[in-house]
C-alpha cells in the first residue's frame, strides 16, 4: 500500500462519523419525507396508508394556517436575521478593541451563545412576564423617570404584555433571539483581527474618517463572514420552533404560530405524517431559494482576498 493510499484511507476513516451520520440520518430520512409526502398516513396503522399523490401539496396551498405559519416566519426572519447581524457586529468591533481585560468581556458576551434549551426559555419567561417580568420592572422604573423629568404622560403609558399579547408576542421572540448572537460576534471578531492594519493606514493617509474606513475597509474585508453568518441566520430562523412551542404553543390567536410550529402539530398532533412531510418540503424549497438568492448576490458584495472580478 502506497502512501498516497494511506492518507486516503486515513482521511476517509476520520470522515467516516460524518459520512455515516448523512446517508443514515439525513439523507435516508429526507428520501422517505419525500416518499411520505405522496400519501395520507397516520403513522401508527399501515391500514390507513392511501396515496394522494400531490393532494398534500394542493391541499397545503389552501390552508389557512400554512399562510400565516409563512407570515409569522417571514415576520420573525427578515426582522431578526439582520438585527441579529447588526448587533453582533457591533459588539465584535467593541470587543476587538485593545484594552486590558478584554479576553473576559468577550467570554461575557459569548457565553448565552452556549446556554440554551429549556433553561434558557423559563428565564426568558419570567423575562418577558408581564406581572413580575424584569423587562416591565425596568421600563416602569423608566416611564416613572421620565414623569419625574418633565414627561407627565410617560406615568400613564401602557406596559407591553409582550408573548401574552398578538401585538408583542413576535417583537418578544425577536428580542430574545439576540441572546445567541454570541457565535455570530465571535466570526466577525475572527474577522476583524484578520483586517490588515495597512489598509486602515492607506486610507488615512487618503483623508478618510472612521465612517469611510468603516464601509470602504472594514466591512468589504470582513464581507465573507458576513455572508457566512446571514445565510446560516437565514436558515435558522426559517426553523424556528423551540421557542414558540415552550413559551406560546402558536399563541396567543396563532401570532406566532410558526411554520416548522405547525409541521410538528400536524405531525405528531394530528398524526398527518405525510401532510407533515409535504410542509416540510416545502419549506425545504423555500430555504433553499432564499440561499440561492444569497449565494447569487455573493458575486457583487462579497470580497475574496486574491480572487479576480
Not at 446517508?23 to 403513522?43: E, H, K, T
Not at 446560516?232 to 402558536?250: E, H, K, N, Y
Not at 409541521?263 to 407533515?276: Q, R
Amino acid at each position: 500500500m502506497n502512501l498516497q493510499t494511506r492518507e486516503s484511507m486515513t482521511g476517509y476513516l476520520f470522515a467516516m462519523p460524518w459520512i455515516v451520520g448523512f446517508f443514515g440520518l439525513a439523507l435516508g430520512p429526507m428520501i422517505v419525507s419525500f416518499l411520505l409526502a405522496f400519501i395520507r398516513w397516520d403513522g401508527i396503522s399501515t391500514e390507513t396508508i392511501a396515496w394522494v399523490g400531490l393532494g398534500n401539496y394542493a391541499r397545503a396551498a389552501a390552508d389557512p394556517d400554512v399562510a400565516i405559519a409563512l407570515w409569522n416566519t417571514a415576520y420573525y426572519s427578515f426582522i431578526s436575521v439582520p438585527l441579529g447581524l447588526a448587533v453582533a457586529l457591533i459588539l465584535a468591533l467593541l470587543l476587538n478593541q485593545p484594552l486590558r481585560g478584554i479576553a473576559l468581556f468577550r467570554t461575557i458576551f459569548y457565553m448565552p451563545a452556549l446556554v440554551g434549551g429549556v433553561a434558557t426559555i423559563m428565564m426568558w419567561l419570567w423575562v418577558f412576564n408581564p406581572e413580575y417580568g424584569l423587562l416591565n420592572s425596568v421600563l416602569l422604573r423608566s416611564w416613572h423617570l421620565l414623569s419625574a423629568l418633565g414627561l407627565e404622560q410617560a406615568a400613564g403609558w401602557p406596559l407591553p404584555k409582550w408573548i401574552f399579547s398578538d401585538l408583542w408576542a413576535k417583537p418578544a421572540l425577536i428580542l430574545m433571539s439576540l441572546w445567541g448572537t454570541g457565535a455570530s460576534m465571535l466570526i466577525f471578531l475572527a474577522a476583524l483581527q484578520n483586517v490588515p492594519e495597512s489598509l486602515y493606514e492607506a486610507a488615512e493617509l487618503d483623508g478618510a474618517g472612521p465612517w469611510r474606513k468603516f464601509a470602504f475597509v472594514t466591512i468589504p474585508q470582513i464581507s465573507p463572514a458576513l455572508f457566512f453568518n446571514l445565510v446560516m441566520g437565514i436558515i435558522g430562523s426559517f426553523q424556528v420552533f423551540t421557542q414558540a412551542f415552550l413559551m406560546t404553543q402558536g399563541g396567543p390567536n396563532k401570532a406566532t404560530l410558526f411554520y416548522v410550529l405547525h409541521l410538528y402539530n400536524k405531525a405528531f398532533g394530528d398524526f398527518e405524517i405525510g401532510y407533515a412531510s409535504a410542509l416540510s418540503w416545502i419549506l425545504f424549497v423555500i430555504i433553499m431559494a432564499f440561499t440561492a438568492l444569497v449565494f447569487r448576490s455573493s458575486r457583487f458584495w462579497v470580497y475574496y482576498e486574491g480572487e479576480g472580478r
